[in-house]
T-cell receptor, first 115, second 113 residues
Framework: AQSVAQPEDQVNVAEGNPLTVKCTYS??????LFWYVQYPNRGLQFLLK??????LVKGSYGFEAEFNKSQTSFHLKKPSALVSDSALYFC?????????????FGKGTRLHILP | AAGVIQSPRHLIKEKRETATLKCYPI?????VYWYQQGPGQDPQFLIS???????DKGSIPDRFSAQQFSDYHSELNMSSLELGDSALYFC????????????FGSGTRLTVV
């Protein structure tokens, strides 16, 4: 069964420091991987995706993620955190094996950027 | 750019009442997905439609039903509401292409009292 794991419920980072939000996945076949961000009382916003090609994917707001097939990971990173990055981050996987594919979300990681 | 529109934004209903949530996908997106996000929970897939036909079904209670209309908008009908149905309900749309993520609406916050 497809699954996504975000091992950290919460990550605290000082402003200006690099941040990493971890994600590992378990799927059969070649995954499509996504990161979404959710601000309080807001919808899910698309950050970036990996479909194929370069393992380092760059997305919105200076975020990037690295696809590591051997470790089945897709960690979200940013070189220098901003207080405004504080939000809930969801990793997601989609395996397009048929017409009925859908996105499966991880449990989410709450990112706190400390001023 | 046009986004996914959901209405209403907020809805308060009493137990055993009925609610209807609406979703208007991005133009030319033919696939609609419904997700339910409980307090402090990750989004859970409910149901999806492609070209007005149900394409997949997740953890949607039998008390809920949904459909996609000829203009591709979708409605989620919820009957015999229970307190546990209080959640944020997201709609997402996607074009018929596997290289895309979804575009989510802002959600409808349903509170059952």
């Amino acid at each position: 069964a497809q699954s996504v794991a975000q091992p950290e419920d919460q990550v605290n980072v000082a402003e200006g420091n690099p941040l990493t939000v971890k994600c590992t996945y378990s799927v059969s076949g070649n995954p499509y991987l996504f990161w979404y961000v959710q601000y309080p009382n807001r919808g899910l916003q698309f950050l970036l995706k990996y479909i194929t090609g370069d393992n380092l994917v760059k997305g919105s707001y200076g975020f990037e993620a690295e696809f590591n097939k051997s470790q089945t990971s897709f960690h979200l990173k940013k070189p220098s955190a901003l207080v405004s990055d504080s939000a809930l981050y969801f990793c997601a996987v989609r395996v397009p094996v048929n017409r009925d594919d859908k996105i499966i979300f991880g449990k989410g990681t709450r990112l706190h950027i400390l001023p | 750019a046009a986004g996914v529109i959901q209405s209403p934004r907020h809805l308060i209903k009493e137990k055993r009442e009925t609610a209807t949530l609406k979703c208007y996908p991005i133009p030319r997106h033919d696939t609609v997905y419904w997700y339910q996000q409980g307090p402090g929970q990750d989004p859970q897939f409910l149901i999806s439609f492609y070209e007005k036909m149900q394409s997949d079904k997740g953890s949607i209670p039998d008390r809920f039903s949904a459909q996609q209309f000829s203009d591709y908008h979708s409605e989620l009908n919820m009957s015999s509401l229970e307190l546990g149905d209080s959640a944020l309900y997201f709609c997402a749309s996607s074009p018929d292409g596997r290289n895309y993520g979804y575009t989510f609406g802002s959600g409808t916050r349903l509170t059952v009292v």
